[in-house]
């Protein structure tokens, strides 16, 4: 990398400050030239920046020499007053001076590529930038301190001790070490296999507080499932009527319960319509009913079970809604929640019910060995080569071998330590520029 890369680390805009970042072997160079050499590394020193005898702006500007800076090459930071001109004036100077604009994470891949971090920790950078909620930013900082990495060492380390006693019985068959070598193995693999499989099972819980918990409303036509979703956002988000069927689409809408980041659906009333335009209502509402994280039964006085009954699982929560205006019939092995939004009842219990269940599924004592979908694919493919490895170890060692090896790649290929241009794309697009 001989480019030197500089961009903008503050959100566009007007403010009080804005700083550029620099990175790249020629940073040292270009702080001279604007007036700004002489620095001491990581201190703060006030210089008044200028280029082609045109002033810029006076600046606090920071050095930090490599390998100790977040890119690991020279680096450094002008913090200029945020104004409009000022922001493009220093951006043109430095562009005049033969620095390009950094592509979006083209800070942290460097950092990656030098070694400063690697590619779970990158991630664990963006996924800090975005984070909206205490448990997103709780669990993004324990990846960037290298939890996620240190659990899939952790893996890693009992693949290659397997590999290591088999390709011990393949490549030294002669030697004196002891009869049927590889089946030692098999006790480190049944292990980890697993260890790998109560983290494939447990992989929702890092991607939904990372991405949401969805909850979904559903039940018959008029059950009170809109006033309640009106109710829970704190807000005239949906219309309310009288009329069956006022509910058309999926409504969606974001929120923080608890701490925890949750996309909350209203959706049409689950019945049979002859109305293509309710018929279609009725589709995403069971489309989104299938795929929700909890799925909230609205039930109004008088109805029956419905078309509702076959989408809810055990563990769902049953609202018995309008109770102002009577008793609806509970369900067998569901817990049961009585609410009445025109009287202001039940709604806390309702919240603190929803709280619980938030930190149930979503906390733990031990850090979520998937924050993103695409460790769960790469956990997905190192279980499968165990298998088969395991599989493999009485009857074909050399099989076994190339097995243990296809998982120890896949689980390397999450922290970047067997890194390809594709990965690398898919992690690095999605991050902001100057980051």
């Given at each position: 990398m001989t480019d030197t890369i500089f961009a903008l680390a503050t959100p566009p805009g007007r403010g009080a400050i804005a700083i550029l970042r620099v990175s790249g072997p020629g940073t040292d160079a270009a702080l001279s030239a604007l007036g700004a050499g002489d620095l001491k590394p990581r201190q703060a020193s006030l210089r008044d920046l200028s280029h082609d005898g045109r002033p810029i702006d006076q600046a606090l500007v920071l050095r930090f020499p490599a390998p100790n800076s977040y890119t690991g090459e020279d680096c450094a930071e002008l913090h200029l007053h945020g104004g409009?001109?000022?922001?493009?004036?220093?951006?043109?100077?430095?562009?005049?001076?033969?620095l390009r604009p950094a592509e979006p994470g083209e800070f942290t891949r460097r950092a990656f590529e030098n070694g400063r971090m690697d590619l779970a920790q990158a991630e664990a950078v963006a996924d800090l930038i975005d984070a909206?909620?205490?448990?997103?930013?709780?669990?993004?900082?324990g990846q960037l301190d290298g939890a996620l990495s240190q659990t899939y060492a952790g893996f890693r380390r009992d693949l290659l001790t397997a590999l290591a006693l088999v390709e011990a019985e393949i490549d030294f068959p002669d030697e004196d070490i002891p009869d049927q070598l590889a089946r030692t193995a098999g006790p480190v693999l049944d292990r980890l296999i697993a260890d790998l499989k109560a983290a494939?099972?447990?992989?929702?819980?890092?991607?939904?507080?990372?991405?949401?918990?969805?909850?979904?409303?559903?039940?018959?036509?008029?059950?009170?499932?809109?006033?309640?979703?009106?109710?829970?956002v704190a807000r005239e988000a949906a219309?309310?009527?009288?009329?069956?069927?006022?509910?058309?689409?999926?409504?969606?809408?974001?929120?923080?319960?608890?701490?925890?980041?949750?996309?909350?659906?209203?959706?049409?009333?689950?019945?049979?319509?002859?109305?293509?335009?309710?018929?279609?209502?009725?589709?995403?509402?069971?489309?989104?009913?299938?795929?929700?994280?909890?799925?909230?039964?609205?039930?109004?006085?008088?109805d029956a079970e419905g078309d509702a009954a076959a989408f809810v699982r055990p563990d769902d929560l049953l609202v018995l809604a309008k109770s102002d205006l009577g008793a609806a019939a509970p369900a067998a092995g569901l817990e049961t929640l009585t609410v009445s939004v025109a009287r202001s009842q039940g709604l806390a219990a309702r919240h603190d019910w929803i709280a619980a269940r938030l930190a149930r599924d979503l906390?733990?004592?031990?850090?979520?060995?998937?924050?993103?979908?695409?460790?769960?694919?790469?956990?997905?493919?190192?279980?499968?080569?165990?298998?088969?490895?395991?599989?493999a170890l009485d009857v074909a060692p050399e099989m076994a071998a190339a097995d243990l090896r296809r998982a120890a790649d896949a689980l390397s290929r999450v922290t970047g330590a067997i890194g390809v241009e594709d990965v690398l794309g898919e992690v690095f697009s999605t991050f902001c520029i100057g980051k």
């Open positions: 409009r001109a000022v922001i493009e004036a220093a951006g043109e100077a430095l562009a005049a001076l033969g909206e909620t205490a448990a997103q930013a709780r669990q993004a900082l494939l099972a447990d992989a929702r819980r890092g991607e939904r507080v990372r991405e949401g918990y969805r909850i979904v409303l559903i039940g018959e036509t008029n059950a009170g499932k809109s006033s309640l979703f009106n109710a829970l219309i309310v009527t009288p009329i069956a069927g006022t509910t058309r689409d999926v409504l969606d809408a974001d929120l923080i319960i608890g701490g925890y980041a949750v996309t909350l659906s209203d959706t049409a009333g689950l019945r049979a319509s002859d109305d293509p335009v309710e018929a279609e209502g009725v589709r995403r509402a069971r489309a989104r009913a299938e795929t929700a994280d909890l799925r909230l039964w609205v039930r109004g006085p008088g906390s733990g004592a031990d850090f979520p060995a998937v924050t993103r979908e695409r460790h769960r694919r790469r956990l997905g493919e190192a279980l499968a080569a165990a298998e088969a490895g395991r599989a």
